[in-house]
């Protein structure tokens, strides 16, 4: 019979145990109840987001955040326009860390955005946020280069928050959907009194 160590047996429970929670914790989650996924619900959402007026963004860098938005919402100038959504950008640069060897910059992009609809008189605020994005850059001796350096990271953090907006503005539409089809099903499940 040949000699096994303790550190063998060990791993071989180790593994074991893991295996074991693994297993119970894919159990859990294929049991838990899921919210209902409907495909509708998704595709409402993108239809919905095809119909978000951008409005106006002061400064170059709003112009660029604008493009970045009317482009991810597949915005067609022929539709109809039912929601609007207004921006504001406060962007901020400097450097963050200092070493021998190099310097990083940082650039801030603060920003606030409002969905609005435009389906009733006073323009109803349906949705509300603000968060902050943050790219940095190797602080360069040569001056157009750094320049170059900036730019780039502005863009980036300028990409990352029309992917934030869009993710926001999806996420708000689809749970909308969801609440119309949820309500709707209760009406149709109502039982009729007798």
């Keep these: 019979m040949p000699k096994i160590c303790k550190a063998t ?25 899921v919210a209902p996924y409907k495909k509708s619900n998704l595709k409402s959402a993108s239809n919905n987001l095809s119909k ?26 022929k539709k109809r326009k039912t929601h609007k959504l207004q921006i504001s950008l406060s962007v901020r640069k400097g450097e963050r860390d200092f070493s ?16 609005s609809t435009n389906k009733t008189k006073d323009n109803e605020i349906l949705l ?6 943050r790219s940095d850059y190797t602080v360069l001796s040569e ?20 992917g934030e ?11 909308e959907g ?3 089809q949820k309500n709707k099903s209760e009406i149709n499940n109502k039982k009729p009194d007798a």
């Design 178 to 180: 969801a609440k119309k």
């Design 100 to 115: 021998r060897e190099r310097v990083i910059g940082e650039v801030v992009v603060n920003t606030n955005f409002t969905l």
């Design 9 to 33: 047996l060990l791993g071989r429970g180790f593994v074991t145990v893991a295996g074991a929670i693994a297993l119970c914790l894919g159990l859990v989650a294929c049991l838990a109840p």
């Design 128 to 133: 509300r946020a603000s968060f902050s994005e």
């Design 52 to 77: 978000i007026l951008v409005t106006p963004i002061e400064e170059r860098r709003g112009q660029i955040l604008r493009t970045l938005l009317e482009q991810r919402f597949a915005t067609d100038s």
């Design 143 to 162: 001056f157009f280069a750094m320049r170059d350096a900036q730019n780039e990271a502005l863009r980036h953090a300028l990409d990352r928050v029309a």
């Design 165 to 175: 907006i869009a993710l926001r503005l999806r996420l708000y539409f689809f749970t």
